[in-house]
């Protein structure tokens, strides 16, 4: 088949819209005219400040933040790499504050002094907080863990508990355990594996009418750019490109500029060391980053590009922003949830309705009994139709269909009829 006969329900890497790779494509073998590829020009080079600026600019008019306020970060080493980065850096900043307060406390310049009561808030009151609803926010609980110790990590939830050992479902957030002062509180707004997306932000996070709350980190690496966030509620925002964004390659960081200098600063290795915490690798460093406009080290500006040329033709297609897109994100997970709904007999669907994602639409084939067989013959008869990746994650089985920006309306009209037909057959 060509790509124009392709309805791609990949979980990510997602399909890109085609012009923006006819575009790019043409840019990788001569950007602009200059003789020379956008991949092999310096990441140091005036285009390559300008193509990094812009997307800045673009994701903010886009999603509706003020650049003054949150600095956008490009980064390397995935939303993996965000796991380490976000517990770091603001681990780091928490020490930072705690060692101001203590300074202030102590009124005196005996370091050692000032060290053992460091020491002490540290070891009584270091708490950072996963709320943990699915795959993805286990997998960076799991390495704040390895990272910093479980002593300081508190699960905020499970999800499994509410849900008979399995995810899918979101808990009552009058049963969350929130440690007091929290270093931070994490959640990921949109499980890929397990199709569960946080219907709105959550009530108990909301930031107090004196502009106090929690300090709150997310994981938007799937659902980014499909909805209207109330990015003023976080601290730090973080996704991997490669689902709505872009090619994979590059991760964003959108931090409240509150914790970068000259608010505050990250303690030295020295100090650190003395605590017994870890130090984090420079290129995870917020501040390194922030102060290089992401050009610490060699930056993929071919990656940043394709990400500048999405936000680019979002902003054409839907000039008022994300709201545009999020109209028709929900059209299209509408059509697909109302198609499997339509025939309980032959699909369930995996989380609970208070729960459902609108980008990654996980469901059962139980059509005829053996479910085995019936995602089987689903799979086949899907991808004879040109509607491929449906495949579920490895880890849960059944099937996804990622419903990312990038697929038109029609492709999701195209999978409701399947489905629709499927099961009547
Ligand atoms: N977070 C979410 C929600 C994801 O879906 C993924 C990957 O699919 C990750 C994090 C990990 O991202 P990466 O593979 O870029 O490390």
């Known amino acids: 088949p060509s790509r124009a006969d392709i309805t791609y329900f990949g979980a990510g890497p997602a399909a890109l819209p085609t012009d923006v790779l006819e575009t790019a494509a043409q840019a990788l073998l001569d950007y602009q005219g200059t003789g020379l590829g956008i991949a092999e020009h310096s990441h140091r080079s005036e285009l390559a400040a300008k193509i990094i600026n812009e997307a800045k600019a673009d994701l903010a008019t886009y999603l509706d933040f003020s650049p003054e306020q949150y600095e956008v970060l490009f980064m390397q080493g995935g939303g993996t790499g965000e796991f380490a980065a976000s517990m770091y850096n603001l681990v780091g900043a928490w020490v930072s504050r705690q060692h ?23 070891e009584s009151g270091l708490k950072v907080d996963y709320i943990v609803t699915g795959s993805w926010s286990l997998k960076a609980y799991q390495e704040a863990q390895r990272l910093l110790g479980p002593e300081y990590v508190n699960l905020v939830c499970d999800a ?57 980190v997310a994981d938007m690496s799937s659902n980014i750019l499909s909805r209207r966030i109330p990015v003023s509620n976080y601290s730090l925002l973080f996704f991997g490109a490669q689902k709505n964004l872009g090619s994979t390659g590059i991760a964003v960081a959108i931090l409240k500029k509150t914790f970068l200098p000259p608010t505050v600063s990250q303690p030295s290795p020295a100090l650190l060391r003395k605590l017994a915490l ?22 993929s500006i071919f990656d940043v590009y394709i990400a500048g040329q999405v936000l680019k033709k979002l902003l054409a297609t839907y000039p008022n922003g994300v709201d545009g897109q999020q109209a028709v994100a929900e059209k299209k997970a509408e059509l697909i949830y ?47 139709l040109n509607l491929t990746g449906l495949k579920g994650h490895r880890s849960v089985g059944g099937i996804r269909a990622s419903n990312y920006n990038s697929i038109p309306l029609e492709g999701a009209e195209k999978l409701a009829r399947f489905i629709d037909e499927f099961a009547k057959a």
Not at 286 to 292: P, R, S, T, V, W
Request: hydrophobic share 35%; proline share 7%.
């Open 160 to 216: 499994r508990t509410v849900n008979d050992g399995k995810f899918g479902k979101i808990p009552d957030e009058s049963t969350w355990k929130l440690s007091k002062d929290a270093a931070y509180v994490y959640f990921c707004d949109n499980e890929t594996v397990d199709g569960v997306e946080f219907p709105s932000f959550p009530k108990i996070l909301e930031p107090k009418e004196d502009g106090t709350g929690p300090i709150v």
């Open 100 to 122: 101001a307060a203590v300074q202030k406390e102590v009124q005196s310049a005996d370091e050692a002094q000032v060290l053992a009561a460091l020491r002490q808030r540290v």
């Open 278 to 299: 870890p130090i984090p690798p420079i290129v995870l460093q917020y501040e390194i980053i922030a102060k290089n406009n992401s050009l610490y080290n060699t930056l």
């Open 338 to 384: 109302a198609a499997l709904e339509a025939h309980p007999g032959a699909y369930k669907i995996v989380p609970d309705k208070s729960a459902r994602s609108k980008m990654n639409i996980c469901f059962r084939v139980t059509k005829g009994g053996n479910v085995d067989e019936a995602e089987k013959a689903f799979l086949k008869e899907s991808t004879d």
